[in-house]
Nanobody
């Protein structure tokens, strides 16, 4: 079992930055793939980024160069640094975890946080 709690969302102007954090419970955090997903108004939940135990990361195409995922296995945490934010980045952002290979499908992640709202104004 793993519990995830996100923080760091808020309102920011276009071009600004936000850093999301996710605190995880569980003694085997380092064994899990950690991911970030987002769900905009009226949209499906989409993959943003994921990272494995050693720090190898993978990003959705539209986030490359703007978002950076990182993890601290000693602190059971994963972060998402978001720069050059755009109004279309407005969404609820979710932290997720899975045990196994790094994948991008929402359905393959077993554990989810409650989400944190990010709103980017134009």
């Amino acid at each position: 079992q793993m519990q995830l709690v996100e923080s760091g969302g808020g309102l920011v102007q276009a071009g600004g930055s936000l850093r999301l954090s996710c605190a995880a419970s569980g003694r085997t955090f380092a064994s899990y793939i950690m991911g970030w997903f987002r769900q905009g108004p009226g949209k499906e939940r989409d993959f943003v980024a994921a990272i494995n135990w050693s720090g190898e990361s993978y990003y959705a195409e539209s986030m490359k160069g703007r978002f950076t995922i990182s993890r601290d296995n000693a602190k059971n945490s994963v972060s998402l640094q978001m720069d050059s934010l755009k109004p279309e980045d407005t969404a609820v952002y979710y932290c997720a975890a899975r045990y196994g290979p790094l994948v991008t499908r929402t359905a393959n992640y077993n554990y989810w946080g409650q989400g944190t709202q990010v709103t980017v104004s134009s």
